[in-house]
């Protein structure tokens, strides 16, 4: 069973890990929890999926889009590419890459509290897929939106099944390690 | 003929990190997980640094870092590893293998510019 602490620190965690990795540098954004009756209105397509997991819980995070310019443009920009010069396979990789990016910071941040901890790999499913999500009995389902000025509003749903009681805390004031530098050895 | 390998399974990885290489002045070659830069690797003894992923298909990065200092016996080539991992045993597990420094993605090219300059030129 979930604390609200743990729902609260999963939340946190996610929206902190989410303005990381899909804000281009130098541009601000703003991340939202939203109604679970706005997120059955994504008009969005298709949804790149990863799994944050240990023995004591499982956390599936969904990112949502639609294969459009808009988003060619804003994942180019993110990842210092020529959108003209993306093919569709490089656009599709592009995507994945930024939830593999998001998740590695949300797997980095619980790996704090649990220590065993892995991550999968992304998968682009159709969007009706998410229809099954009931099947997992997840005990805390949220809904998150990002929004940037030049880019098209993002969404990404967090659902975390749990096998055994969690509480964990998390400070939301805590600034986050550094990437990016060189750790020599 | 090349100075810097990078290894990684994502073609975005490749390409950013490809690409700001070259504009400063690197030749590069590139591999798609750790088996195919084993392969790189021993084919190419102009090879200074390799950067690599850790968690790839078919063969991930440590993995690979250990087998160049085992099965191809390099034991002169840099490796440092750019990830979204930050977990101690891992790093361990680098070390152990010889690896000489870790990256947590994102990549921020002119924050490794000169210490990547220095590896391939020492």
Redesign the interface.
């Known amino acids: 069973m979930l604390s609200q602490s743990a729902k609260d620190g999963f939340d946190t965690l996610l929206m902190q890990s989410l303005k990381s990795?899909l804000t281009p540098s130098g541009e601000h954004s703003e991340v939202m929890v939203v109604s679970a009756d706005e997120a059955d209105a994504i008009a969005d397509s298709q949804i790149v999926v990863l799994t944050v997991s240990s023995y004591l819980f499982r956390a599936m995070v969904m990112f949502y889009f639609t294969p459009n310019d808009d988003t060619r443009a804003h994942f180019a920009r993110l990842?210092?590419?020529d959108a003209e010069t993306m093919n569709e396979?490089?656009f599709m990789?592009?995507i994945?890459?930024g939830g593999?990016?998001c998740?590695?910071?949300l797997?980095?941040d619980l790996?704090n509290f649990f220590p065993h901890i892995g991550?999968s790999?992304p998968n682009v499913i159709d969007k009706h897929c998410a229809s099954y999500l009931q099947k997992l009995n997840c005990e805390h389902v949220q809904h998150f939106a990002i929004e940037m000025p030049q880019s098209p509003r993002f969404f990404v749903s967090l659902c975390v099944s749990a096998y055994a009681d969690i509480d964990f805390e998390v400070d939301a004031n805590t600034v986050a390690?550094?990437?990016?530098?060189?750790?020599?050895? | 003929m090349a100075q810097i390998l990078v290894v990684d399974d994502?073609?975005?990885?490749r390409?950013?990190v490809g690409?700001?290489l070259k504009k400063n002045g690197f030749d590069i070659t590139l591999a798609v997980d750790g088996r195919d830069g084993l392969t790189k690797l021993k084919g190419d003894a102009s090879i200074k640094l390799v950067v690599s992923d850790v968690?790839m298909?078919n063969m991930d990065g440590l993995t690979m870092a250990e087998k160049i200092r085992s099965e191809l016996g390099n034991t002169h080539v840099n490796i440092?590893m750019l990830?979204?991992?930050?977990?101690p045993l891992m790093?361990e597990r680098?070390?152990a293998a010889g690896?000489?420094?870790?990256?947590?993605?994102?990549?921020?090219g002119e924050?490794?510019l000169s210490?990547f300059k220095k590896l391939v030129d020492g």
């Open positions: 990795s990842n210092h590419l396979q490089t990789d592009a994945a890459e593999n990016l998740c590695g910071i797997n980095r790996g991550m790999t390690s550094e990437t990016g530098e060189l750790e020599l050895f | 994502s073609s975005t990885v390409a950013e690409d700001f968690n298909p440092i990830t979204t991992e930050n977990s790093k680098g070390k690896i000489k420094g870790w990256i947590v993605k994102p990549f921020k924050a490794v210490s």
